[in-house]
Each structure stands twice: as structure tokens, then as C-alpha cells.
């Protein structure tokens, strides 16, 4: 196995977010150093390591960036996978090429959950009016019209009531290739933070319970309320999903929990993930110190909840209430040190504790 990246090492990251800025701070917690690496001017995570604006396509700007790191890890799923081989003969990128290029396309991610005998809502692929009619046959109504990529927080999807909506759907689409997927009449949403070590060690923190708006992820709460065996169940799957893409680092996996009991997995996203930010405070090992502990070649932490966790993302103009909530008894408050608040923008989050309610572990 290569040699971990030891303290005074220094991690690449790909994406200048609140995820960068948060992997930023863990690894100043854990004696790394970061640097990112990120298209646009000012990225928060700028504010807490060197930034360096560069285009993804830029391969002298990138293998620059290489000479200056030690290891290459990323916030953002949709970093080009040129991007990735452009960096990837220079240093360890991590995770690698195949988890980003299953997740980066709706189709192929669902192709390989199905694979992996992860059961999904059904699905077909959609390109134009005659493939759309297809699709709703197979798949029945109602529907989401999702584009295969670049979509992220309920963006380039449409929902479909009627087969009246086709024409309406496709056009707001603008063309590009799509899916069509059932609505699943889950009970609630769950997702599954785990991650997977250099040695395929796999540490998952216990399964969440999350509310999304328009698409927009709202709030988690730790533990879900399910049973161990469905909790579980749910870890398992995330299992299979991170060793089946050979994935070193964190992964957030949604999951639809189904009246019947099926958890169908709805998305996955390689990389820390928003509903496994009540870490931060719930944890011991964090799911940012996680992340690098996995691509660093580090044994992984102890993903034991000492606490229960509530976590709210502040969207918009919810962060202006930041002096109410920093004068909040209990409440852990961040922000993302973003310049504008538009509407539906993640500017921060708050987590609130409650005492431990069971068992810190699912198995
Ligand atoms: P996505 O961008 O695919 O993660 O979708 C964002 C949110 O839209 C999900 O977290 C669900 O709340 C909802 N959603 C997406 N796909 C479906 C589906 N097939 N059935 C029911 N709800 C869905």
C-alpha cells in the first residue's frame, strides 16, 4: 500500500466550496496542510488556505498545483474526469476516475447501483419525444424528468403529473440527455455516510433522517428513526456501493425508505456530504477528518455518535438571523463566509445536540 500522507503533508482539493473550506479546517486540525484549487474568484475556502484560480482544462495550472501537494481529494463530483487524468500520472488523486464518472451521470449510476443489486426507483433514458414516450410507458406516472448531469439540489429536473406535461418537460430540458424516474412514495429519506479507507476498511456513521425542499436539502436529524435492522440494512448497502466503485474517502448515499420496508438508493455523492455535517459536533472523528484520514492512507476513525444531532442549513438571506442564532442556547452555528445570499444559496448551518438516545452503533 502507498505511504500514508503523514502530518506536515499537504492535501490538493478540488473545489473551493463550504466543503472545501470545512476539509480546510480539518486538516489544520490534523497537522495538514491544504491548498485548492478552484475555477472561480474567492472561494470560501480561500478564507482558511491558499486558493488557486485556475480552469479545469488548464493542464499547466494543474500540474503546478500537483508539484505543490501531495495528494489530490475533491468537494465537488463534477470536476471533469480530464481534469482528473490530467492530474492523476503527477500525484494520487482520491477518490479516483470511476467513482466520479458513475456519479457524475444519472444513467450510469443507476446501471451500476442495479449492478451492484442495489434496487432503485424505476428508471428509463430519455433523449427526445419518441424515447420520452417510451419511458413513460415503462416507467408510469407520476414522474421526474431529471437531466443525466450537472444537476445538484433539485436543479434540471422536472416532475410530471400527466403525459399532457411531455412536451413542456422536455423543452424545459433544453434538449439534454435525460431520465425519466418514478416518483418513490418513500416514508422518508435517509442517507448513509461512510467512508472507505487506502487498505478498503469501511467506517459508516449511523444512517440520518433528511427533509429536502424544492430539491434542496433543509435538515437532518441523527439517528433516523428506523429499526437496527433497517439502519443496517442501509449500511450494508452503502458498503457495497463504496467497495463496488473501489472508493477511498467519504460518500454520502441517499436512500428512499419505502412503506414496505425497501430502501431504494436514490444518489450518490463521492465526497462529504451535507447530511453528515452534524459530525462536526456529534462525533469524534468528523466526517471532514474522516474524508482525510481515507485519502491520506490514515486508519479511519471511530464514527461512534456520542450524541443526537439536529442539523439546519441557513439558505438565502436565513443567515441574517446569524446574531438570534449565534445567542441560541445549544445551537453550533457556521457559516460559509459567502458573499451573496441568493435565494436557496447554502450560506451556513446550524447543529443542535440532544443527549445520546440509543445504542451509539448499528451493529
Ligand atoms: P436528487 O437531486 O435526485 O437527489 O433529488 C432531490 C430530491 O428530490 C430528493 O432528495 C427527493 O426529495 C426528491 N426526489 C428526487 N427523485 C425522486 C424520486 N424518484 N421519487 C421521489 N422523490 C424524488
Known amino acids: 500500500m502507498a505511504e500514508p500522507v503523514g502530518p506536515g503533508g499537504t492535501v490538493g482539493i478540488l473545489g473551493g466550496g463550504q466543503l472545501g473550506r470545512m476539509l480546510a479546517m480539518a486538516a489544520a486540525r490534523m497537522g495538514l496542510k491544504a491548498r485548492v484549487y478552484a475555477p472561480?474568484?474567492?472561494?470560501?475556502?480561500?478564507?482558511?488556505?491558499?486558493?488557486?484560480?485556475?480552469?479545469?482544462?488548464?493542464?499547466?495550472?494543474?500540474?503546478?498545483?500537483?508539484?505543490?501537494?501531495?495528494?489530490?481529494?475533491?468537494?465537488?463530483?463534477?470536476?471533469?474526469?480530464?481534469t482528473l487524468d490530467i492530474l492523476a500520472p503527477l500525484v494520487p488523486v482520491r477518490p479516483g476516475r470511476q467513482s466520479l464518472a458513475v456519479?457524475?451521470?444519472?444513467?450510469?449510476?443507476k446501471r451500476f447501483l442495479n449492478a451492484a443489486g442495489v434496487r432503485?426507483?424505476?428508471?428509463?433514458?430519455?433523449e427526445d419525444a419518441g424515447t420520452l414516450a417510451a419511458a413513460l410507458e415503462a416507467v408510469g406516472l407520476p414522474a421526474i424528468l431529471k437531466t443525466r448531469r450537472l444537476g445538484y439540489d433539485g436543479k434540471g429536473q422536472v416532475r410530471l403529473t400527466t403525459a399532457a406535461d411531455a412536451p413542456d418537460a422536455l423543452a424545459a430540458l433544453g434538449g439534454q440527455p435525460a431520465i425519466l424516474?418514478?416518483?418513490?412514495?418513500?416514508?422518508?429519506?435517509?442517507?448513509?455516510?461512510?467512508?472507505?479507507?487506502?487498505?478498503?476498511?469501511?467506517?459508516?456513521?449511523?444512517?440520518?433522517?433528511?427533509?429536502?425542499?424544492?430539491?434542496?436539502?433543509?435538515?437532518?436529524?441523527?439517528?433516523?428513526?428506523?429499526?437496527?435492522?433497517?439502519?443496517?440494512?442501509?449500511?450494508?448497502?452503502?458498503?457495497?456501493?463504496?467497495?463496488?466503485?473501489?472508493?477511498?474517502?467519504?460518500?454520502?448515499?441517499?436512500?428512499?425508505?419505502?412503506?414496505?420496508?425497501?430502501?431504494?438508493?436514490?444518489?450518490?455523492?463521492?465526497r462529504v456530504h451535507n447530511t453528515g455535517h452534524w459530525t462536526l459536533e456529534a462525533c469524534a472523528v468528523d466526517q471532514f477528518a474522516q474524508h482525510l484520514r481515507a485519502v491520506c492512507g490514515w486508519p479511519l476513525g471511530d464514527p461512534a455518535r456520542h450524541a443526537d444531532a439536529t442539523m439546519e442549513n441557513l439558505l438565502g438571506d436565513e443567515a441574517?438571523?446569524?446574531?438570534?442564532?449565534?445567542?441560541?442556547?445549544?445551537?453550533?452555528?457556521?457559516?460559509?463566509?459567502?458573499?451573496?445570499?441568493?435565494?436557496?444559496?447554502?450560506?451556513?448551518?446550524?447543529?443542535?445536540?440532544?443527549?445520546?438516545?440509543?445504542?451509539?452503533?448499528v451493529d
Open 103 to 109: 456519479a457524475q451521470d444519472r444513467l450510469s449510476e
Open 181 to 270: 424516474e418514478g416518483v418513490a412514495p418513500f416514508v422518508r429519506e435517509l442517507s448513509v455516510v461512510a467512508a472507505r479507507g487506502l487498505d478498503g476498511a469501511i467506517r459508516a456513521y449511523d444512517p440520518v433522517e433528511n427533509v429536502h425542499r424544492g430539491g434542496v436539502l433543509r435538515r437532518t436529524t441523527a439517528p433516523a428513526a428506523v429499526d437496527a435492522e433497517t439502519a443496517a440494512r442501509a449500511v450494508a448497502l452503502a458498503e457495497t456501493i463504496l467497495t463496488g466503485l473501489d472508493h477511498v474517502g467519504v460518500m454520502g448515499v441517499e436512500l428512499f425508505h419505502m412503506p414496505d420496508g425497501a430502501l431504494l438508493a436514490n444518489e450518490i455523492a463521492p
Open 40 to 82: 472561480e474568484a474567492d472561494p470560501p475556502a480561500g478564507d482558511v488556505c491558499p486558493a488557486t484560480r485556475g480552469a479545469w482544462d488548464d493542464a499547466a495550472a494543474l500540474a503546478a498545483f500537483a508539484a505543490t501537494v501531495d495528494v489530490v481529494t475533491l468537494e465537488f463530483e463534477n470536476v471533469p474526469l480530464a
Open 320 to 361: 441574517d438571523d446569524w446574531r438570534r442564532l449565534a445567542a441560541a442556547p445549544g445551537a453550533a452555528l457556521h457559516l460559509y463566509g459567502k458573499g451573496e445570499a441568493r435565494p436557496g444559496r447554502k450560506m451556513g448551518h446550524v447543529t443542535r445536540l440532544r443527549p445520546r438516545s440509543r445504542a451509539l452503533r
Open 120 to 126: 432503485t426507483a424505476p428508471y428509463a433514458p430519455v
